[in-house]
């Protein structure tokens, strides 16, 4: 894969994982603590405080796509 492909591969993947890091989290959230997770009194990493949950497998998928393809165009 050349370099333009590698960011274009990036542009597209980056913001499809986040979408889904942030859904299954909240989705997962919600399921646990029955309570809706607030974006402006928690903080994101509160997401991923406990695990357990059906979704967090799904979470933590996104999360790590997430983490790979944001640090690939640098290498």
Request: aromatic content about 22%; charged content about 10%.
């Amino acid at each position: 894969m050349n370099i333009d492909g590698m960011w274009l591969a990036s542009i597209i993947i980056l913001p499809l994982s986040f979408l889904g890091m942030m859904v299954f989290g909240f989705a997962n959230f919600q399921d646990n603590f029955k309570e809706k997770f607030s974006i402006l009194n928690m903080f994101p990493y509160e997401l991923s405080f406990h695990n357990q949950g059906r979704m967090m497998i799904l979470f933590r998928f996104f999360l790590y796509l997430f983490s790979a393809v944001s640090i690939s165009p640098a290498f």
